[in-house]
């Protein structure tokens, strides 16, 4: 009776192991491709904007909404040569996906970038910017908010990577995965390099910058899994290139990347996608 009422746990056991993987398997490469589309059209607003560049043009949305929040950044030197280089390349990723899936892809959701200012207040409290911080006023705040997208952007690209079920889509993405890798060490060299220079908060009360990057590294974890990220290790040395022991880049879920993306609102709606995702992964 024993052995069969341990058969009759494992059935069930299995059952239900099954029935949490038919999403997973269900998911197919136009719903991968269509997801990182749409995680695509965040950076290309940010960037394109940032860059001044007006934003994505209304072909690349699909449809989709004008940005909410987005504006020309007061940048300078190196660091608007470096905004233009990757607002082109997160145009083209849109371009190209869109290309891709055809009249399968997805027009961009409603995308907010006043939400950095939520995001940053939460990676410093229990201090709080005054003026709010906006990823546009300077050169630093553009860099500690591409800080916070261009990890996601990694993660995101090598967690889809196994889903997929083409070669030729398998490197698609992988191209992309370089390409924000690049980016995101790129960011992370620069702010390595300024780490102890002080950020204005308010009144007058300033944090290193290693502070904020390793806040902003700490948020992302917290709501989407994985280790923090900063851009110093605890023992301060660098973490231009963050690892796990394998030295593997750390992949990121779907979900854990909806819920860095909504500031982990039960709902899948909030932060910098106010109205959620569209397409089946939302």
């Given amino acids: 009776m024993a052995h069969k009422g341990f058969t009759h746990l494992l059935s069930a056991s299995m059952a239900l192991f099954l029935w949490l993987m038919v999403p997973a398997w269900a998911q197919t490469d136009t719903d991968i491709l269509n997801f990182a589309l749409q995680l695509e059209c965040l950076e290309g607003e940010f960037y394109n904007y940032a860059a001044g560049n007006g934003g994505l043009p209304a072909s690349d949305r699909g449809g989709g909404p004008a940005p909410i929040g987005g504006r020309a950044a007061k940048l300078g030197g190196q660091t608007l040569a470096l905004a233009k280089e990757i607002a082109l390349n997160e145009k083209r990723h849109v371009e190209f996906l869109r290309s891709a899936l055809g009249s399968q892809a997805v027009p961009c959701p409603l995308v907010n970038l006043t939400a950095f200012g939520d995001a940053f207040n939460t990676a410093v409290a229990p201090n709080t910017f005054n003026p709010p911080f ?147 992964i939302k």
């Fill in 134 to 280: 906006s990823p546009f006023n300077d050169d630093l705040s553009f860099l500690l908010a591409t800080f916070l997208f261009e990890d996601i952007g990694v993660s995101a690209y090598q967690g889809a990577a196994p889903l997929l079920s083409s070669k030729a889509n398998l490197a698609a993405a992988a191209g992309n995965f370089a390409t924000e890798s690049y980016q995101a060490g790129a960011v992370r060299f620069i702010l390595f390099n300024q780490q102890n220079n002080p950020y204005q908060i308010a009144n007058g009360n300033a944090q290193a910058v290693y502070k904020i990057s390793d806040g902003l590294a700490a948020l992302r974890a917290k709501l989407g899994g994985g280790s923090n990220q900063g851009v110093t290790s605890p023992d301060g040395s660098p973490q231009v290139v963050p690892v796990d022991g394998n030295s593997q880049t750390i992949p990121r879920t779907t979900a854990q990347i909806i819920a860095i993306g909504t500031g982990g609102s039960p709902t899948k709606k909030g932060l910098f996608f106010p109205n959620g995702l569209n397409g089946s």
